[in-house]
């Protein structure tokens, strides 16, 4: 399972985009990136997931260079309901997966 | 209409007892699991049920049983609980997604369990 290393906490402004970087050296082939995202006293929910180049949705977009050893989740425009915990999960489905999740980023929108 | 849901949300009993805890999803997923949130917030999977069936077991004390009846229900039984034991669980559910894709967790609204 591909290790995932990201930034323990950030702050940010409403109104600026947010990008937090996850790393991922040894992701393998067949590993797609997935974001989640927790609010304190709920369980966490999905918010995106790409395998290389950009994804976008209507909450986030996932930007996946050609090494696939990163990837970066932007926000645009966060608001203070944006405070929450981001975490970066790497994995396939092949076998028996585990969604193993890391220490998360903790985001801090500031007023 | 709560996909995947839990009781009881919220759990205060004495060391030494012994507490279960309820999930189901109507989402009609295959695969069921339960993860630990301890007060660093570390999310840490316990175990996974697939169709009923046991798949992934991370070394958890055996004084915690998982017993899925359907494929969705999972409980969660603690024996003998310890302060050690005091999280929040989550339950969660998946569905394989397409072309190898990770399908999404979704999970439910936590249990928090206090041992005192």
């Known amino acids: 399972l591909a290790k995932t290393t990201q930034p323990i906490s950030m702050d940010s402004y409403e109104g600026q985009e947010v990008n937090i970087t996850c790393s991922h050296n040894?992701?393998?082939?067949?590993?797609?990136i997935t974001w989640y995202q927790q609010f304190p006293s709920q369980g966490p929910r999905f918010i995106i997931q790409?395998?290389?180049t950009k994804v976008t949705n209507e909450v986030a977009s996932l930007f996946i260079p050609a090494d696939r050893k990163s990837s970066t989740l932007s926000l645009p425009r966060v608001s203070l309901s944006d405070t929450a915990v981001y975490y970066c999960l790497v994995g396939q489905t092949s076998g028996t997966y585990k969604y193993i999740f890391g220490t998360g980023t903790r985001l801090k929108v500031l007023a | 209409d709560t996909a995947v849901s839990q009781t009881p949300k919220y759990l205060v009993t004495q060391m030494g007892n012994d507490k279960s805890i309820k999930c189901e999803q109507n989402?009609?997923?295959?695969?069921m699991y339960w993860y630990k949130q301890d007060s660093k917030k570390f999310l840490k999977i316990m175990f996974s049920y697939n169709n009923k069936e046991l798949i992934i077991n991370e070394t958890v004390p055996n004084r915690f049983s998982p017993k899925s009846p359907d494929k969705a229900h999972l409980n969660l039984h603690i024996n003998s609980l310890e302060l050690g034991d005091s999280a929040v669980y989550f339950c969660a559910s998946s569905q394989a997604g397409g072309a190898g894709a990770i399908g999404e967790l979704f999970f439910g609204e936590g249990s928090r369990l206090t041992v005192l």
């Open positions: 040894n992701i393998a082939t067949n590993d797609y």
């Open positions: 790409g395998y290389k």
């Open positions: 989402l009609g997923h295959d695969t």
